[in-house]
């Protein structure tokens, strides 16, 4: 499998898409008014202890109060397993440097850690864990036992004073000691930089800032089958070259400045592809389709054959369209960035050999991704339900925003109903007020249906209060908008 980055930067945005096979996988939006601040440390203030909900609020310096529970703070000298209540943890005002494990997502604030961590390419440095861990995305045994042989070996070379653990990344699969020791060598004088800031900096700072998406996605994804990164800024770009020279040796070549006319994002159609990201319904090859629904509790996604009616029977039209699901699915996740509980209703299946391979095949979908994901299996009513980690917005809550004429719902009141909500409301008035007539302001479509199919039931209602009811467009209404005036 060949895979691409692609990077477009303005002064105000930077976007970067993971192209695999000629096809876009996930897609970073970055904007500098709303920077990510996963893996950033502040210098917070506690400003609410809740003991009923085991939780703190704390200040770090945004425009909401972030969001800490009580098995995030760490407690002196406190076995593990042991719950210590938030109110012997913390107090109101109160100073606490902590780490945001997710960004602010719609109402809710960033959600914060103590268990602090500072990553470099290959591996990931906790100051306060004695332990060295092995990513579970190493599977091979001798080379997890060989990474950690390595690890222990440059603890004990380093010139800098260890005194936490380690967890080795996956792409530290295969790589030489000294690879190793210089991450090593950089992680230590980085947290030592940190450590001072940690006394002299005010409440509410930032002490440690992780690096700009750009570069944090060379960090992050690069990978052996990267073939090519390429980044339509020369200045970025000399930053891109400068950073993989000095952590990431041998992966320069890779990099590419792109100073074409086109946009960078016209190649791989990945413009277009954003776009189709942002609706309900995914159409497949095969003629089938998804809807995808994300709701404030978890996302739903249907399965459905469509316009594919198959050459054999029923049962194999079913089974191929559910495969060819799977795949999209697992790329779905990845490129809307959906997190939380997934429930996905494939089309039912009679046999168990089908239905075991449908799930073999998302699983193996769901391998490339860089999200922690799980999946449970299959429930009773025939779902299937997984769980993907959720550190930031997804792509849908970067780029777009509740509609302001239905309020997200996503359905609008029809003329008809409006209409008898205003009849309803002109009676109310009229037994509070004495008014001599009536003016309604609507949308043209309900004005309309007014003065047309409803017109016998305006006719009545005026007869029964014994009041003139007269009409009037506000075109910048909404269909579900009117007022009555009364005069």
């Known amino acids: 499998m060949s895979g691409e980055v692609l990077i477009n930067l303005t002064p105000m945005e930077t976007r970067v898409a993971v192209v695999e096979n000629g096809v876009l996988q996930e897609a970073f939006i970055e904007r500098s008014r709303r920077r990510g601040i996963v893996g950033n440390i502040y210098k ?48 109101e005002g109160q100073s606490l440097v902590v780490q945001v494990t997710k960004d602010p997502i719609g109402s809710k604030g960033a959600r914060l850690t103590t268990h602090l961590s500072v990553p470099s390419r290959f591996l990931v440095y906790m100051p306060d864990s004695p ?28 010139e800098l004073e260890v005194t936490g653990g380690f967890i080795i990344r996956t792409a ?31 409440a509410g700072t930032v002490i440690y800032d992780d690096l700009p998406l750009f570069i944090r996605t060379l960090r992050d994804v690069m990978r052996d089958d990267i073939e090519k990164v390429r980044i339509d800024s020369r200045e970025n770009y000399l930053k891109l070259v400068e950073f993989a020279h000095e952590f990431m040796p041998g992966s320069e070549a890779k990099i590419e400045y792109y100073p074409g006319e086109r946009p960078i994002f ?150 008809e109903t409006v209409c008898y909500e205003i009849f309803r409301e002109i009676l109310r008035e009229e037994r509070a007020y004495n008014a001599e007539t009536y003016m309604v302001l609507a949308s043209q479509a309900v004005v309309d249906r007014l003065l047309d199919e409803e017109s ?29 005036v009364l005069m």
Not at 172 to 195: I, P, Q, Y
Not at 467 to 472: D, E, H, S, V
């Open 44 to 91: 917070g203030k506690v400003v609410r202890v809740l003991p009923g909900m085991q939780a703190a609020f704390i200040d770090i310096g945004l425009e909401r109060a972030a969001f800490i529970h009580a098995h995030e703070v760490m407690a002196p000298n406190t076995p593990a397993d042991e719950q210590v209540s938030i109110s012997q943890l913390l107090s």
């Open 131 to 158: 332990h060295n861990g092995v990513s579970q995305r190493i599977e091979d045994e001798l080379e997890r036992e060989r990474l950690r042989e390595l690890v222990e070996a440059c603890h004990a070379e380093q």
């Open 266 to 415: 016209d190649l791989f159609s990945v413009e277009d592809e954003i776009q189709k990201a942002l609706g309900r319904k995914v159409q497949l090859k095969s003629g089938g389709y998804l809807v995808i629904d994300p709701t404030e509790a978890m996302t739903t996604i249907d399965v459905n054959t469509g316009g594919y009616v198959g050459h054999r029977n029923l049962e194999e039209t079913i089974f191929k369209t559910n495969l060819e699901a799977a795949t999209a699915i697992a790329r779905q996740l990845r490129l809307r960035n959906l997190g939380g509980i997934i429930i996905i209703d494939f089309i039912d299946m009679e046999d168990p050999e089908h239905q075991r391979q449908v799930l073999r095949m998302l699983e193996k979908s769901l391998e490339r991704d860089h999200a922690k994901t799980k999946c449970t299996g299959v429930t009773e009513l025939g779902l299937v339900q997984l769980t993907r980690k959720r550190t930031r917005e997804s792509l849908e809550q970067t780029l777009c925003e509740p509609c302001p004429t239905c309020g997200g719902r996503g359905t609008l009141k029809t003329p």
């Open 172 to 202: 530290a699969e295969g790589v030489s000691k000294d690879e190793l020791f210089a991450d090593m060598h950089f992680l230590l004088r980085l947290w030592r930089r940190v450590s001072e800031r940690k006394v002299t900096a005010a």
């Open 456 to 484: 016998s039931a305006v006719a009545d209602l005026e007869t029964f209060i014994g009041k003139t009811i007269r009409f009037q467009v506000e075109t910048h209404y909404s269909q579900e908008q009117y007022d009555i």
